[in-house]
């Protein structure tokens, strides 16, 4: 009945060119479908566990067992969107962690303690950056699989493979505080700083990539870099500020890390490039380049912390865990399979 | 389209949500977080065992948990983390990294929950440690190859990774022991714990000391792979091969002649010391700081118990 | 002196290039090639794979500089150091594939690399004018006759006809002078190539002068008002359209002509 009355509004149009509620909807799926997915996520893990989920503490715990993955998968998001990779994130995040603890036990003021993580960060990410366009490295993976070696090896040198242990408040803040807001039925109610420091980060990232000129000609180049180089971008320029920024990140999570643990331990961030890299592709952004944001890779990061919630609340093997992600990979990217048909049949 | 994307993504949260309703626990249970995994290592699995059947024996739930693997620090806080919030009554754990560990440890502390570390000491103060002494295990084997050779032998030891405890320990109880009793140490050299870089690393010394006669690894793994080495070179007739940890490959390579012995730990003891000592907390009993849960030499005579 | 009335004669000339030779190491591309192009006149350049064509233009662009030869824009002799310099003096490059990207919407396409800005928190804030952008780019499609569903459509969604006038609007969105277009209609389906001929027109009808290198007979008797032929890297022959037919084209890209008159005529240089 109603699709009849539809056509007969919109007779001169095709039926192709019709919306229907699925293709109308679409646009908001396409950007807010993430949250949805979290909101279910939520109620079925609120089911299981309705003491302790919804917890003050268990909510927080999230956010402090995120912040990490949060910090390097916004920073793996920038150089996914360039169509590039940065295997090197994990062990730059080591890199930036122990010359802070280094620095530290040799007594440096905590100022520059505090500083040398994500300055060591950044200048790894400039060598990435300047190695791949400078080098003309065939791809990305080349150059940050080396960085993934050397900064693994370099943090070993400078330590001597040995933990350091015991930070200044300071530069544990980030990583480690809690704000105290009160009480509320005998609970206290800490908001931990390394929640909002992703949320400040986010913002920041969020404009940068929406609204600012560089932040527009990383989504052009992503989508198609001649484009780019033809309307007189420098390519070049714009991908070394990206690896830069990748690795300020990488040594910013170090920092973030560090004030968690407050050590600096060999073994820091094994792995955690291949954590990034899953949440951004679970968050929606195309491997090809382009495609993505800022809101769909805080929810991949926000759904893997769930998982990994989740799974230890109710005391399940950290396989499983393992298995879901890997499950969730496919199926994301499975879904953007079929959505991206959907879109060229428009 | 929109249907069928919520439609895969219940799919998805209802394997979750199986997988959890099969396993959800009651929430007042005694954790016991490993380094490891149970399942592809006897030795944790053997601390589980150990825990889980202590738990039953004294009526407790017992929760056992590990990172996927050995290095992965921030699951194992992750993990302490979300039990805290969940509620526990004690917490043994075995530190992937002690100091890395430290803060989560704190936070257990403050939250009134008993705490010891097992297998591997961490370094917060006042918290008892349940493991194996891992000096007075290396220097077992030393002594058993002392008895062996005559003294001015060549011998090597494979370290693990001697920047944790574990590591350092065995090394410093082998080096000890065999230097004591009048051997010369020609190598002393690292194979991470593992298999693969223990044998490279006893190919390297086999060829520059052609004349060794023993060599002490810190674990099987480096001895399985320094038998490994030893056999391609056809020098395994010539060359006794010690371990530490008694796993069952190492038994059955002893009882075949390649292995000379290893050294067992009691990793069912530190999971069920390990709940014992957190009961005893709880009802306000003081813990000694060290408590040993002994070595063992195996050899020939003894090997088939560990297979 | 020969030089300073050639020089004063160049000023009705919108582009004009003298003698452009390019190397490229033992390779020689062009071999003294003479060029010119008026306002509001749309020249079509003909020639066989490897003529030199696509050397030319990229001169022309100021992606590749001359090995020897002038060019001389507006009456003035001109060296470009990159491509910048040459959309600065307003000369533009519409690509045979398509040089756009398809993930972004059709304004901030037109507007890649020369985005409008507008400034916040007392200018510490440069933020890209979205709003601007939009407005600009509806206003200036609707100027050439272009029509698309919305200027916010990414140019993923877009047919290779609305592609091209896509990529035609960004090369006349910033006051071109000259456009260049190397095979606009190559890739596009028949029923769409005469959108974006007829679009060439109406740059013409604006005054920009225009550079057509196509292979089409039929896109260069639709549009241009002058033909050219490259062959083997030398200037081969040149008419305007009405002294010409479709055959004699033809014959200049394979290297023959009907009469010696034209080969007289077109040494005239």
Known sequence: MTVSTDRSRTGNRTEAEA???????????????????????????????????????????????????????????????????????????????????????????????????????????FVNGVGITKLRMPHPFIMTLGMLFMARGLANLISGGVPYTGLPDAVRFLGSAQIELGELDGTRLNLPVGLIVTIVVYLIFWVFLEHSVLGRRIYAIGGNPQAARV????????????????GLMAGFAGLMMAGRTNSGFPNAGIGAELEAIAAVIIGGASFFGGRGTVLGVFGGVIIMGLISNTLNLNNVSVFWQQILIGLIIVVAVFLDVVRRGIGTRR | MNTRKLSLTLAVLSISTTVLAATAASAQSILVDMKGPGAGNPFWAAVERGALEKGKELGIDTVVLAPPTESDVAAQITQIEDQLARGIKGLALAPTDP????????????????????????????????????????????????????????????????????????????????????????????????????????????TGNPGIKAVFASNDNMALGAVEALKSANMLDKVMVVGFDANPDAADSILAGEMSASVAQNPENMGALGIESLMKLAKGEKLPPVIDTGTVLVTKDNAADYK | MTQAQEEAGSGNYLLEARGITKHFGAVTALRGVDFHVGRGEVL????????????????????????????????????????????????????????????????????????????LLGGWLPLVDHKAGRDHARQ???????????????????????????????????????VIMDE??????????????????????????????????DDIFYVCDRVMALFHGANFAEAALCDTSRSEVIGWIMGTKEGQGELAHDRVH
């Open chain 3, 140 to 178: 200036h499609l609707d100027n050439l006759h272009i029509h698309v569903k919305s200027v916010e459509q990414r140019v993923g969604e877009l047919s290779g006809g609305q592609r091209q006038a896509v990529a035609i609007a960004r090369a006349t969105a910033f006051d071109a002078k000259l």
């Open chain 3, 184 to 217: 606009p209609t190559a890739a596009l389906a028949i029923k769409e190539v005469g959108k974006v001929l007829d679009l060439i027109k109406g740059l013409k009808d604006r005054g920009i002068g225009v550079v057509l290198i196509s292979h089409r007979m």
């Open chain 2, 99 to 206: 100091n890395a560990l430290a803060p989560v440890v704190e936070e257990a502390i403050a939250d009134g929950v008993p705490v010891v570390f097992i297998d591997t000491q961490g370094s917060n103060e006042g918290v008892t440690y349940i493991g194996t002494d891992n000096v007075a295990g290396a220097a077992l084997a030393a002594k058993f190859i002392c008895e062996q050779l005559p003294s001015g032998s060549e011998v090597a030891i494979l370290t693990g990774i001697v920047t944790q405890s574990t590591g350092k320990a065995r090394a410093d109880g082998a080096r000890s022991g065999l230097s004591g009793c009048g051997l010369k140490i020609v190598a002393e050299q690292s194979g991470e714990w593992d298999r693969a870089k223990g044998l490279s690393v006893m190919e390297n010394v086999i």
């Open chain 1, 231 to 246: 309307s007189g971008i420098n390519v070049d320029r714009v991908l070394i500020f990206v690896y830069s920024l990748c």
């Open chain 1, 19 to 125: 919306p229907g509620l699925g293709i109308r909807l679409l646009p908001i799926l396409d950007r807010y479908g993430i949250l949805l997915v979290i909101l279910v996520m939520g109620l079925v893990l609120y089911a299981l566990q309705p003491d302790v989920f919804f917890s003050w503490r268990n909510i927080t715990n999230i956010f402090k067992q995120t912040a990490v993955n949060s910090m390097l998968a916004i920073g793996m998001f920038l150089v996914i969107l360039t169509a590039g990779i940065d295997l090197s994130v994990g062990s730059v995040l080591a890199l930036g962690m122990m010359s802070l603890a280094v620095a530290n036990a040799a007594g440096w003021a905590w100022p520059i303690v505090l500083l040398l993580g994500p300055a060591v960060g950044l200048a790894t990410g």
């Open chain 3, 44 to 119: 079509g350049v003909v020639g066989d794979n490897g003529a030199g064509k696509s050397t030319l233009m990229k001169i022309l662009s100021g992606l590749f500089a001359p090995s020897r030869g002038a060019l001389i824009f507006d009456g003035r002799p001109i060296r470009f150091q990159s491509p910048h310099d040459a959309r600065d003096l307003g000369i533009e490059m519409v690509y045979q594939d398509l040089a756009l990207a398809e993930n972004i919407n059709i304004a901030e396409n037109i507007f890649l690399g020369r985005e409008p800005v507008r400034r």
